[in-house]
Each structure stands twice: as C-alpha cells, then as structure tokens.
C-alpha cells in the first residue's frame, strides 16, 4: 500500500507515522523533497541531485508543445531531403521511414540484468517492520539517500543486485523488512550521430534506446551511407558496431548497446552497392513509391496507369463542391468571386467558404438563377463523370500513357499476373532494388538479403551485368551452382528474368461471367462445353453475343465472335473449338443500355440528378430530393418531360398533394393527372417565393437618437419612418447632408450581371469614383520630415467599398413631402453626419487639403482664394463642387455658393508622381468619373 509522503488528509498522516521507523519523520521527508526541487510523487529525500538540463519528458505543457513543434519541423526537413534524391531505393530504407521519438518514462517495466548508472530514477518501497515508499535516483557518485538510514552504492549494479544492497542496508536497520525497487524513469545520455545521415548532431536519448532508435532520430543513413558498418565510437576506439541487413532480413544481431554519454554513432560512407532487379521476393514486394513533388523526375515505374484517374477526381471534387453550395446547410451566400453576398455582410473583408460553413444559417441564400447556373453545371459534371468513370468489362479502348506514349490494354493484360509483373509489360522497366554488400560478399549473399526468387522467375534466368575500370560494359549467365563463388563488385547488376510464356493447356475466362478466372483445357473442349461444364452464364449475361481472343504462340492474336445461347446448345457454328491461351469474354445486358436519369431543380435539400426506376411517380422523385427550403414556392411544381429532342412537354403539378410530411405520405396517390409516372430523363423543377428572405434590415448611424441596425416591419417601409422609429435627429444632427447607401451588388446575380453590362459597374462614386479621386488629388500633401504622401480623411470618414451613394431630400422626406421620401430595401445604410461650419479644399491649390468656415454668401471663388488660388498644375477647366448632399455640380463653378459640408475639387492637369503608372484612371479627365453620378 503507497501513500503520499507529501500531503494528503490527516488520517492518512497519523497512520504513515504509526508505521515509520524512528526517527523518519514526514517533515524530514518534506525538506528533503523541497531541497531537490521535486513533485510529491518524484520526492527523492537525503543528497539534492541535478537532473539534466534537457529531458526527454518536458516539463510543462508549452515545454511540451515546442518539443512536438521541433521534432514535426524536423521530420519534415528529412522528409524534404529523401524526396529529393533520385536514385534507386535501397534495401533497409524502410527502417528510417518514420522518424521514432520515445520516452524515458518506463512505468517499472525493467528487467532484473539493467545496470543502474547516474540519472536512473529508482521507486524504493520497504514493507513490514517498517513501510515506506519513497522516489530516490542515482547521484553521480553511484548512490542512492535513504533519509535516515544510509547510503547504497548501486551504479555499475544490475537492478537485481542493487536490490540485493538495498535489502542488506535496510535490514541492518530494520528487521523483518523487505525492498522493492522499481526503475521508474530512466537516465538519459547525450550521444552524437554523424556520418552520413540527413541530420547529425546531438540527440538526448535514454539509456536503453537501440542504435536504430537513435540512427532513427537523425533520418538514417543517406543515399551514400552505408548500412552495414555503423559504428559507436567511445573515446576515439569502436566499442561496438552494427550489420543492419542481418536484422532487417532474418532478425539477427543485436542493436541494443549500451550507450554512454558522449558516445558517437558513426555511420560511413556505403563501398560496395549492387542493384537487384526483376523477379526477386522483396524487390516485387516494395509497396508503391508515393506520389513525387512538382519537380521531382518522375520515373516510368511511378506513373499512374490509368490516364484518366486525375480527371475524374477533379470532376468529383467539384460535384462535391456544389452539391454542398446547393445543400440548404451551405454557408452563408458564396457569391460570384468568392465574396460574401449575405446583406448584412457587405462592406466587411470577404470571407471564405470554410469561415462561412460554420455559421449555418437556416435559409439558403442562393437566388433561382445562381441555383439553376450550379444546377446545370451539376448535372453537366455527372454526365462527364459517366463518360470518364473506370472503364466497365466490355470496354477494350486503348488508351495512351501521357507520360511515357505506351499503350495501356486495360482488358487483354493478363489479370492472373501480380501487378508488379503487369507494370513491368506495360511500362518496359524492372522493379529494382539497392543492396550494399560487404567486400568478398557473392551473389548468393545478394539472394539471401533479396528473399531468394519470387514465384514468377524464371529457371537459369540469372543474368550479371558489370562495367570495367576501362568503362566496357559486359554481362554473363549466372548458374545458381556458381552463386557461392562469384564475388559481387560496385555497381554490378544482377537480374532475374519472369516466365514470359504461359504453359499448360489452359483457357481463360473474362466478363460478365459467374467465376472468371483461367481454367484448364481438354483436348476437344469448345466454348459451349467450357461455359455450360462452369455454370458461367448468368441471368443478365448477353446471350446474342460472346469472344474470344486466340493468341498464338509468336503474340499474334485472332479475334473470333460466337453466339452464347446456339454455342451452349452446341450448333457447330458459333461452338468454337478451343485452343491453348485463349481468351473467352461474355458481356452485360446494361452495356447495351444508356443510363437512365431523372432530374430535381430548385429549392430542395438534394437537388440534382437521380437513377430512374419503373413504377417511380412525381411524389417519389420529390421525396427522394429531401424537404423544400424555407423560400420553396410549396403551391405549383412543373414537370418536364423530353420528346426527342422537340420543345418538353411541361406537366404542371400541385406541390400540396405530393409533398411527404413527419406523419404521411403519399404513396397511395395513384391518379396519373395528380402524381404522374416519370420517365426517363425527366426533370422536376420547384420554384422560390418571390424575392424571399426571413428577415430585411437596414441600418442607421450618426446623429439620431438610436443610432443601430433595424429590421423592416412592413411592405414599404419609409426613411421618414425609420427616423421616426430611431428616436428623430439630435440636436447636432446636419440633415441636408446625410448620405444614403445602396448596394449596387445583391444577391440576384442576374441583376449583377445586367449592371456590369450596363456600365454601371465599376463607376460608383464612392468605390471608384470620389474616393479615389480625392485620395489622388492629396498627393501633394506630404509628411513634412520623410516626405511620405500622406491621405486625408475623406467627406464625413465616408469610404465604402461596395456601395453605391444615393442623392437623398433628407430635409423634404423629413417633412413627410412624398416625392422625397425614399422606400427602403434590405441593406440600406444611412449616415446622419454631425453638424459642421466648415467647408473643403482638396487638390492644387496652395494648400492641398483645408478646411474652411463658411461664411454667409460666400462663392467657390472666395473659398479658392482662402486656400492660396489655384497652382499651375490645376486643370481650372474641370473644377467641380461637391455638395453635402451628394450633387455634384460641373458648371460656373466659381460663382456658385457654398455650403456647410461642401468639398470643392480641384484635379491635376498633368500628373506629378510616377509611382501612379500602374492605375491608368489617374490619367482621365475628372469629368469622365463624375458623370457617372449624373
């Protein structure tokens, strides 16, 4: 029984006191731990020991998270490296594929011969005369402190034998008491690994950890390191050394040494590499090689056999993609350009599509046109889908490899040939293998690390390809009797060919058929025998029509065509006599069919294209489409139905009656006018209510009472009662100048697309228009000690990117005159700016941006004069007065009268700074762009 030395409730105190020796106090015990600055549970009384700097178990939580940050960086830098090199894989490779990080921690799993050394943390637990459980570790003289009893020598001990000293320490003490010590962490040793690995350097490592674990921690051995001749190095002689190809092919050898502090791993350069290739056990056994970076060579023997694979998952990812747009769940309003079309958004940063996803608004946001454009696009991608999907039995179209020009046979490659066996046909190139051999190795060495022949190898197919000192290439036939005494040298090759030709009488059996597969053949046996004696015709086999492909003994191949039902019944005609290695395939019924398809359009949860199913009627089709949205029109459905390429005939339909609720459905609406069959390649459409949305709000700020967002209660709401419901203007409030906001872009793409080709896209006065003109016009106004061009706040702090400025009769609507009241729509923003005396200057003037208090009866001429007259730079022709309200007056400019909240522009006549080259409208002429708010 253990108990906490170090806290713990007072019954629990009185009760270890009972039991301790005398003289061990808990309060020693709790100095103890104190004075070497360690937990309750890891308390180690007597001597204070240092642990060391860096552990293997970080100490806190952000310890912890640096660690696992460095170590993930680091095994990505190693994986970056061994991406990058091109040769050839090697054997034992696969040992240092993922980099191995562990703990010293060992919850007391130990075996009894581990020789204790400084840093071990030990678990002693005395029990009987006197009991008491107490965290010790070994100092760096060797010992450990029991408090109060003494000290025991056990670095250098195995666990058994310290266990044994401890026992005869304690029982001097104490009679009748038995020791138990555990190893509860163990010490760890800073060893270095250099060589030829991805990372040498220092690694901080346990005790016990194998030279593959700490070879592991650096990446392994490079391309040119050697895998048979790792060394550990102590004080400038090898203590030990390391043969990795016993382990990895049989298990032999031992990897665990003893390591020491300051210990070197050295791994050195590899001297003798062969290269394996063809059918040897682990050389066709390699699993793929993954997928190579852009840039990377990429080699015939990784390329993707079925061209069309990359095609097809891009056309399902984009399927995906708009089925989840269209789902009812999707985010809120993805509009055309990836920015966030949902009213209440506009004017904020874009957002993504995963940023949105996770909101989950309840209403669906799409308008019928952008449902209908991504619904047409949906059922486009499927029918592409078909045509590119993995080609089905009876497809026997060749297709091109677009890396290596080959011809791929996906139905005549021989299906009963491992896959390694069909690449290296389709592709020309062997799989291959490095192996590193010890000076004076032979070939047969070379076969007992391959795993010997694989099954597919051909007998006295070993062949031997060595280049000389003078470059001469030179092959010889390698007799498997010669294999103990033929030295292999650096970069030799040695290959074992495959069978390349099928023995046996045998035929083989491909389709739609019950069990296809290569049979045996019998002298004499015909097509109708083979399929009638297997029971290979099935209900849905295509019985007008069967194959076979002979090939002869040079590859030559003949094609022959027989009828399945007269061959079963044995007419001489079409039961053809087989031969050796020929191929009998049988087709599907539904080759011969197209698919069959039905179509859902409009506000439903699944929208989309489905199978057709005989006896299917409307209310089934809706029912698989999911529950209408909240915007769905529930009254009228329509459906269409093809006639041969003709206008459709359109079916209109009562929604009501065929809709599914929680508690019925109606499945036994039978009436062909109320719920009609469908047919093949029909499409269902259900419609929107009409400009639906669940809640319209518009928003006001500035000088009213409430100023806030404000959500409309009726069919036409007014701006003289949105004021109204605001509490009314303060007392500061300056109507005649308030600015009202409406989005040129709504969620209807269809008007979107009708403004841009209009022109009136791209022209709004505050987006492109007079913001950026008076941002222009600034430029002469710098910061005075770095000359920096500095920008000036612009009318009222108004800058918005997206909205367009209506001229508003603020003063007529607020007195109730009809014509000037404005009928409010969702996203409307209206600005009521504070009261002001001033006037503004912008542009060449002799100050560039002045403010100005406005006097009764003063002119735009009086207000230039005040700024210091124009510049020679000023286009005086093109000087324009922007009224508080929005107007923008172009004529007898100098003469007109200003206002509180007017802005006088004067543009440049030829531009200053050529840091403006890369936007061309600072070059047009200031009227261009102001007439756009004409």
């Given at each position: 029984?253990r108990?906490?030395l170090?806290?713990?409730?007072a019954?629990?105190?009185s009760?270890l006191?009972?039991?301790l020796?005398?003289?061990l106090d808990?309060?020693a015990?709790?100095q103890a731990a104190?004075a070497q600055g360690?937990?309750?549970?890891?308390?180690?009384p007597?001597?204070?020991?240092?642990?060391?700097?860096?552990?293997a178990?970080?100490?806190?939580?952000?310890?912890?998270?640096?660690?696992?940050?460095?170590?993930?960086?680091?095994?990505?830098?190693v994986r970056?490296?061994?991406?990058?090199?091109?040769?050839?894989r090697?054997?034992?490779?696969?040992?240092?594929?993922?980099?191995?990080?562990?703990s010293?921690a060992?919850?007391?799993?130990?075996?009894?011969?581990?020789?204790?050394g400084?840093?071990?943390?030990?678990n002693?637990n005395?029990?009987g005369?006197a009991?008491?459980d107490?965290?010790?570790?070994?100092?760096g003289?060797?010992?450990?402190?029991?408090?109060?009893?003494?000290?025991?020598?056990?670095?250098?001990?195995t666990?058994?034998?310290?266990?044994?000293a401890v026992?005869?320490?304690v029982?001097?003490?104490f009679?009748?008491?038995s020791?138990?010590?555990q190893?509860i962490?163990?010490?760890?040793?800073?060893?270095f690994?250099?060589?030829?690995v991805?990372?040498?350097?220092?690694?901080?490592v346990s005790?016990?950890?194998?030279?593959?674990?700490?070879l592991s921690?650096a990446?392994?051995?490079?391309?040119?390191?050697?895998?048979?001749?790792?060394?550990v190095?102590r004080g400038?002689?090898?203590?030990?050394?390391?043969?990795l190809?016993?382990?990895r092919?049989?298990?032999?050898?031992?990897?665990?040494?003893?390591?020491?502090?300051g210990?070197?791993?050295?791994?050195?350069?590899?001297?003798?590499q062969?290269?394996l290739?063809?059918a040897?056990?682990r050389?066709?056994?390699l699993?793929?090689?993954?997928?190579r970076?852009?840039?990377?060579?990429?080699?015939?023997?990784d390329?993707?056999?079925?061209?069309?694979?990359?095609q097809r998952e891009r056309t399902?990812r984009?399927?995906k993609?708009?089925e989840?747009?269209?789902?009812?769940?999707?985010?809120a309003?993805?509009?055309?350009?990836?920015e966030?079309?949902?009213p209440?958004s506009?004017?904020?940063e874009p957002?993504?599509?995963?940023?949105?996803?996770?909101?989950?608004?309840q209403?669906?946001v799409l308008?019928?046109?952008?449902?209908?454009?991504?619904?047409?696009?949906l059922?486009?991608?499927?029918?592409?889908?078909?045509?590119?999907?993995?080609?089905?039995?009876?497809?026997?179209?060749v297709?091109?490899?677009?890396e290596?020009?080959l011809p791929?046979?996906p139905?005549?490659?021989?299906e009963?040939?491992p896959?390694?066996?069909?690449?290296?046909?389709?592709?020309?190139?062997?799989?291959r293998?490095?192996?590193?051999l010890?000076?004076?190795e032979?070939?047969?060495?070379?076969?007992?690390?391959?795993?010997?022949?694989?099954?597919?190898?051909?007998p006295g197919?070993?062949?031997?390809?060595?280049?000389?000192?003078?470059?001469?290439l030179s092959g010889?036939?390698?007799?498997?009797?010669?294999a103990?005494?033929?030295?292999l040298?650096?970069?030799?090759v040695?290959?074992?060919?495959?069978?390349?030709?099928?023995?046996?009488?045998?035929?083989?059996?491909?389709g739609?058929?019950?069990?296809p597969?290569?049979?045996?053949?019998?002298?004499g046996l015909?097509?109708g025998?083979?399929?009638?004696?297997?029971a290979?015709?099935?209900?849905d086999?295509y019985?007008?029509r069967?194959?076979?492909?002979?090939?002869?003994v040079?590859?030559?191949s003949?094609f022959l065509?027989f009828?399945?039902?007269?061959?079963?019944a044995?007419d001489?005609?079409?039961?053809?006599?087989?031969?050796?290695?020929?191929r009998?395939?049988?087709?599907?019924m539904?080759?011969?069919r197209?698919?069959k398809?039905?179509?859902?359009?409009?506000?439903?949860?699944?929208?989309?294209?489905?199978?057709?199913?005989?006896?299917?009627r409307?209310s089934?089709?809706?029912?698989?489409a999911g529950?209408?949205?909240?915007?769905?029109?529930?009254?009228v459905?329509?459906?269409?139905?093809?006639?041969?390429g003709?206008?459709?005939?359109?079916?209109?339909l009562?929604?009501?009656?065929l809709?599914?609720t929680?508690?019925?459905?109606?499945i036994?609406?039978?009436?062909?006018?109320?719920?009609?069959?469908?047919?093949s390649?029909d499409q269902?459409?259900?419609?929107?209510?009409?400009?639906?949305?669940?809640?319209?709000?518009?928003?006001?700020?500035?000088?009213?009472a409430?100023p806030?967002?404000?959500?409309l209660?009726?069919a036409?709401p007014?701006?003289?009662?949105?004021?109204?419901?605001?509490?009314?203007l303060?007392?500061?409030a300056m109507?005649?100048a308030?600015i009202?906001?409406?989005?040129?872009?709504?969620?209807?793409?269809?008007?979107q697309?009708?403004a841009?080709?209009?022109?009136?896209?791209?022209?709004d006065p505050?987006?492109?228009?007079?913001?950026?003109?008076?941002?222009?016009?600034?430029?002469?106004?710098?910061?005075?000690?770095?000359?920096?061009?500095?920008?000036?706040?612009?009318?009222?702090?108004?800058?918005?990117g997206s909205?367009?400025?209506?001229?508003?009769?603020?003063?007529?609507?607020l007195?109730?005159?009809?014509?000037?009241?404005?009928?409010?729509?969702?996203g409307?923003?209206?600005?009521?700016?504070?009261?002001?005396?001033?006037?503004?200057?912008?542009?060449e003037?002799?100050s560039p941006?002045?403010?100005?208090k406005?006097?009764?009866?003063?002119k735009?001429?009086?207000?230039?004069?005040?700024?210091?007259?124009t510049?020679r730079n000023a286009?005086?022709?093109?000087?324009?007065?922007l009224?508080a309200?929005?107007?923008?007056?172009?004529s007898?400019?100098?003469?007109?009268?200003?206002e509180p909240g007017?802005?006088?522009?004067?543009?440049?006549?030829?531009?200053?700074?050529?840091?403006w080259q890369?936007?061309?409208?600072?070059?047009?002429?200031?009227?261009?762009?102001?007439n756009?708010?004409?």
């Amino acid at each position: 029984m253990r108990f906490n030395l170090l806290g713990g409730a007072a019954i629990l105190t009185s009760a270890l006191f009972a039991q301790l020796p005398q003289g061990l106090d808990l309060q020693a015990l709790k100095q103890a731990a104190g004075a070497q600055g360690v937990g309750a549970a890891d308390a180690v009384p007597g001597r204070s020991t240092t642990l060391p700097a860096a552990t293997a178990t970080p100490a806190t939580p952000e310890d912890a998270a640096r660690q696992r940050s460095e170590d993930e960086k680091l095994d990505e830098e190693v994986r970056a490296l061994k991406r990058r090199e091109k040769g050839p894989r090697r054997f034992g490779a696969d040992l240092f594929q993922v980099r191995q990080r562990g703990s010293a921690a060992t919850e007391g799993g130990i075996a009894e011969d581990y020789v204790l050394g400084t840093g071990d943390r030990l678990n002693l637990n005395v029990f009987g005369s006197a009991t008491f459980d107490l965290p010790v570790q070994v100092d760096g003289r060797g010992e450990i402190v029991i408090p109060k009893v003494g000290t025991a020598k056990v670095g250098g001990l195995t666990l058994g034998k310290a266990k044994a000293a401890v026992q005869g320490l304690v029982s001097r003490n104490f009679s009748r008491s038995s020791v138990d010590l555990q190893v509860i962490k163990l010490r760890e040793v800073r060893v270095f690994v250099m060589g030829e690995v991805y990372r040498p350097g220092s690694y901080l490592v346990s005790s016990l950890s194998s030279l593959v674990n700490v070879l592991s921690l650096a990446g392994g051995p490079t391309a040119v390191g050697s895998y048979r001749d790792i060394r550990v190095m102590r004080g400038g002689h090898k203590v030990a050394g390391l043969d990795l190809y016993p382990l990895r092919a049989e298990g032999l050898g031992n990897p665990n040494v003893a390591l020491q502090n300051g210990d070197t791993v050295f791994v050195p350069l590899a001297q003798n590499q062969v290269l394996l290739e063809g059918a040897f056990q682990r050389v066709v056994a390699l699993p793929p090689e993954p997928k190579r970076q852009k840039g990377d060579t990429v080699e015939p023997e990784d390329l993707d056999l079925d061209p069309l694979k990359e095609q097809r998952e891009r056309t399902q990812r984009e399927i995906k993609a708009i089925e989840a747009q269209l789902s009812p769940n999707q985010g809120a309003g993805i509009a055309e350009g990836g920015e966030n079309a949902d009213p209440q958004s506009q004017g904020r940063e874009p957002q993504t599509a995963a940023q949105l996803g996770s909101r989950m608004p309840q209403a669906p946001v799409l308008s019928l046109t952008e449902r209908a454009a991504l619904e047409d696009r949906l059922f486009f991608l499927k029918r592409q889908l078909v045509v590119l999907k993995e080609a089905p039995q009876g497809d026997h179209r060749v297709r091109i490899n677009p890396e290596t020009q080959l011809p791929v046979f996906p139905q005549d490659a021989n299906e009963s040939l491992p896959e390694w066996l069909r690449r290296w046909e389709s592709t020309g190139v062997a799989p291959r293998l490095q192996f590193e051999l010890r000076a004076g190795e032979t070939v047969a060495e070379a076969l007992r690390f391959a795993g010997g022949f694989a099954p597919e190898a051909g007998p006295g197919t070993l062949t031997l390809r060595r280049r000389d000192a003078a470059g001469t290439l030179s092959g010889q036939d390698v007799p498997l009797d010669s294999a103990n005494h033929l030295a292999l040298q650096r970069g030799d090759v040695l290959s074992a060919l495959p069978r390349r030709e099928r023995t046996g009488p045998v035929v083989q059996i491909s389709g739609w058929a019950r069990v296809p597969g290569v049979f045996a053949r019998t002298e004499g046996l015909k097509v109708g025998d083979l399929l009638r004696r297997e029971a290979q015709v099935l209900p849905d086999t295509y019985r007008a029509r069967g194959e076979v492909v002979r090939t002869a003994v040079d590859g030559t191949s003949r094609f022959l065509a027989f009828d399945v039902d007269k061959a079963l019944a044995g007419d001489a005609t079409h039961n053809l006599l087989l031969e050796d290695r020929d191929r009998v395939e049988l087709f599907r019924m539904e080759d011969l069919r197209l698919p069959k398809l039905v179509t859902v359009l409009g506000p439903v949860a699944r929208p989309g294209t489905y199978a057709f199913h005989d006896g299917m009627r409307a209310s089934d089709l809706i029912f698989r489409a999911g529950v209408p949205a909240k915007s769905a029109d529930r009254l009228v459905a329509e459906l269409a139905r093809s006639k041969d390429g003709k206008p459709s005939e359109v079916i209109r339909l009562d929604l009501a009656k065929l809709l599914s609720t929680e508690t019925a459905s109606p499945i036994t609406l039978l009436d062909e006018a109320t719920n009609p069959r469908i047919q093949s390649d029909d499409q269902l459409s259900l419609f929107e209510k009409p400009d639906y949305k669940i809640h319209r709000t518009v928003r006001i700020t500035g000088q009213v009472a409430r100023p806030g967002s404000y959500t409309l209660d009726s069919a036409k709401p007014s701006l003289s009662g949105l004021i109204q419901r605001a509490g009314g203007l303060t007392a500061e409030a300056m109507p005649q100048a308030g600015i009202f906001l409406r989005r040129m872009s709504t969620q209807d793409a269809s008007l979107q697309r009708a403004a841009e080709e209009s022109g009136l896209m791209g022209k709004d006065p505050t987006a492109k228009g007079i913001n950026e003109i008076l941002e222009r016009l600034n430029e002469t106004k710098r910061q005075p000690l770095s000359g920096q061009l500095l920008k000036n706040p612009l009318l009222h702090g108004l800058l918005a990117g997206s909205l367009n400025r209506m001229v508003v009769d603020f003063g007529g609507a607020l007195k109730g005159e009809a014509l000037s009241d404005v009928e409010l729509q969702d996203g409307d923003e209206i600005i009521i700016p504070r009261a002001t005396e001033a006037a503004y200057v912008v542009g060449e003037t002799a100050s560039p941006f002045a403010t100005y208090k406005v006097r009764k009866g003063m002119k735009v001429g009086d207000l230039l004069k005040l700024a210091g007259g124009t510049t020679r730079n000023a286009d005086t022709s093109n000087i324009r007065l922007l009224k508080a309200d929005g107007r923008i007056l172009d004529s007898w400019i100098e003469g007109r009268t200003v206002e509180p909240g007017d802005t006088v522009l004067v543009p440049q006549r030829f531009r200053r700074d050529s840091s403006w080259q890369e936007n061309l409208q600072a070059l047009t002429p200031l009227a261009l762009i102001l007439n756009a708010v004409k």
